[in-house]
């Protein structure tokens, strides 16, 4: 099958679909798009918020912190009392009217049907989190996946006592990274791997007890890209005092100026093959994939989550150990097939 132009029917611009873009239509008995790839990712979004939190009581009669504003419409249990036996999403249910539209009849059956306050599972002491699973110990944290000790960490997974961080994985003891993995003991580190005890990183690999250095590979006791004995570097740092504020910021700024002389690599694309997007680790044929990460391949139009996800397309939040999953938000954690669905986890053509 041949490449195909078509016109969004919502923006009127032109897109391709592509022959493996058929493909994977008809592996899931689903009907080529209408829209193009960003006003899907606008639809799908507008089923999500992640940041907005309200107090409201629950229908349980608790004051809860809730991602549903009163206005909503939506009506709300307590988490763990949603999560529970205690209640029957069955006694909910109504008929089917074959004469009335779908979507009114599924919006009327959304109102009806208690929600979660907050999307967060197998989480402990996190209530202050959302669209968030496997937390402990969490606050105000969202769009992460196994983290735990970590205060305001958006799209991040495996990530331990750590704070202020974006698109990080797989790492621990950080402050202020972004779209990095595999950091221990370090602070303001972007687009890096596997550096530890280290302060103001960009674009560094395999590098320990570096300070303010820019595409570095494999080094130790570097300060602003040169090198030092072991000693000298300790003394070099020590004379910034980091306990202070201004000091810090000092350092920033001399840090940023010498980013602004680096060679930029075109995007933040970490271990992939025959992959577009930007901040993507450890992918093969992905396209159009951003703050992706853990083992993925053959997906595309998909916006953060990942780890061993295959042949899916156009999610924000999916992975886990899946597949085959489309539209969906939220979505995955052991299974297949999954298509339009928000918030699913586990199970099998849903």
């Known amino acids: 099958m041949n ?36 006003c899907r990712c606008v639809r799908r979004m507008s089923w999500r918020n992640e940041r907005s939190l309200y107090h409201r009581e629950s229908l349980d009669g608790k004051d809860v912190i809730t991602c549903f504003s009163p206005e909503s419409g939506i009506n709300i249990y ?5 999560w529970s036996d205690k209640w029957d999403p069955l006694s909910y249910g109504v008929e089917y009217d074959f004469s009335q539209p779908f979507f009114l009849q599924y919006r009327k059956l ?11 599972s197998r989480a402990t002491n996190s209530d202050y989190c959302n669209h968030t699973g496997e937390a402990k110990n969490c606050y105000l944290s969202h769009a992460c996946w196994k983290i735990e000790d970590s205060n305001y960490v958006t799209k991040c997974g495996e990530v331990r006592d750590s704070q202020d961080l974006l698109n990080t994985t797989d790492s621990e003891l950080t402050y202020e990274c972004i779209s990095s993995t595999k950091i221990a003991h370090s602070f303001y580190v972007q687009n890096s791997e596997n550096c530890t005890s280290s302060a103001f990183l960009y674009q560094c690999k395999g590098c320990n007890d570096c300070f303010g250095c820019t595409n570095l ?49 075109y995007a933040n694309l970490q271990k992939t093959d025959n992959t ?61 097939k999954f298509l339009f669905d928000i918030f699913v986890w586990g199970g099998v053509d849903v």
């Not at 919502?10 to 239509?25: A, G, K, W």
């Not at 307590?78 to 949603?82: A, G, S, V, Y």
């Not at 391949?297 to 150990?321: M, P």
């Open 110 to 120: 959304l109102e009806r049907v208690p929600m979660p306050a907050l999307f967060l």
């Open 3 to 38: 490449s195909e132009t078509k016109q969004c029917q919502n923006c009127r611009q032109s897109f391709v679909l592509e022959p493996e873009d058929f493909n994977f239509y008809e592996k899931i008995k689903v009907p080529p798009p209408t829209w193009c790839p960003a």
């Open 78 to 82: 307590d988490r763990d009392m949603w």
């Open 217 to 265: 590979r494999g080094k130790s006791h570097y300060f602003f890209n040169q090198p030092y004995s072991k000693e000298e570097y300790e003394n070099k740092v020590k004379e910034f005092d980091l306990g202070g504020y201004a000091n810090v910021m000092k350092a920033r700024q001399r840090f940023e100026e010498l980013k602004l002389g680096t060679i930029r690599k």
């Open 276 to 336: 577009t997007g930007d901040n993507v680790a450890e992918a093969n044929n992905c396209k159009e994939c951003f703050d992706f990460w853990g083992g993925i391949r053959d997906c595309k139009f998909c916006i953060n989550g990942g780890v061993h996800l295959n042949d899916s397309y156009d999610g924000y939040g999916i992975g886990e150990t899946s597949e085959l999953i489309y539209e969906s938000v939220d979505t995955g954690a052991n299974g297949s």
